[in-house]
């Protein structure tokens, strides 16, 4: 399929990681199928994944579920992480879906 965000790549399936914000908490979700541009590295969700990962996150932020990020890397501080998050977050902002 050709890609919608940059006009010029293919996509071809592939798993990616989403960020999601849920208010004051940020789910990262890896292993998630999708279609990913070979151009731009964009990538599309199909609507049934959407829904799938949404109620994920929604469980996730409702059950209280914590990532200790910091033990992963110890040279950063709480404030670092959660800056790349916020910026990751965003990023995820413009997912775009297409519908299956």
Do not use: W, Y
């Not at 071809?12 to 990681?17: E, G, I, P």
């Not at 914000?21 to 890896?30: D, H, S």
């Not at 199928?33 to 731009?40: I, K, R, S, T």
């Amino acid at each position: 399929m050709k890609c919608t965000i940059c006009k010029h790549g293919e996509t071809r399936l592939d798993v990616v990681t989403v960020t999601l914000q849920r208010g004051e908490a940020t789910v990262i979700i890896r292993g998630v199928p999708g279609e990913v541009c070979q151009n731009c590295g964009g990538h599309f969700l199909s609507e049934g994944v959407t829904r799938e990962i949404l109620a994920h996150a929604d469980r996730a932020v409702e059950a209280g579920t914590e990532v200790e990020a910091l033990s992963d890397f110890p040279d950063l501080t709480a404030e670092d992480i959660r800056a790349c998050l916020a910026f990751a977050a965003e990023r995820e902002r413009m997912l775009m879906t297409v519908p299956s």
